[in-house]
């Protein structure tokens, strides 16, 4: 067992891709997106999570990125007398 080091992994995943044979794209209900070794589970993009809105979505890596949709959900306000 590997120690996590950032609480945020222990989130429930939502989403993973491949970045390539040896790396995994994980999303996390929180909105959490690490791009992650397989063999360590280590976030290779530094020490703290990217952030998006909860529930992303993921896709395979292109060349150097990758895609993630996130919905916002707002509420309307009416104002109405």
């Given amino acids: 067992m590997f120690p996590v080091l950032d609480k945020e992994q222990y989130y429930p995943l939502e989403d993973v891709s491949w970045w390539s044979d040896v790396v995994l794209i994980l999303a996390r ?3 959490s997106v690490t791009v992650s070794s397989v063999r360590t589970l280590r976030n290779l993009l530094g020490k703290s999570c990217e952030w998006f809105e909860p529930s992303p979505r993921v896709t395979t890596a292109h060349e150097v990125g990758f895609l993630s ?9 009416c104002m109405c007398g």
């Fill in 69 to 77: 949709l996130e919905v916002r959900v707002q509420k309307a306000v």
């Fill in 29 to 31: 209900c929180s909105g």
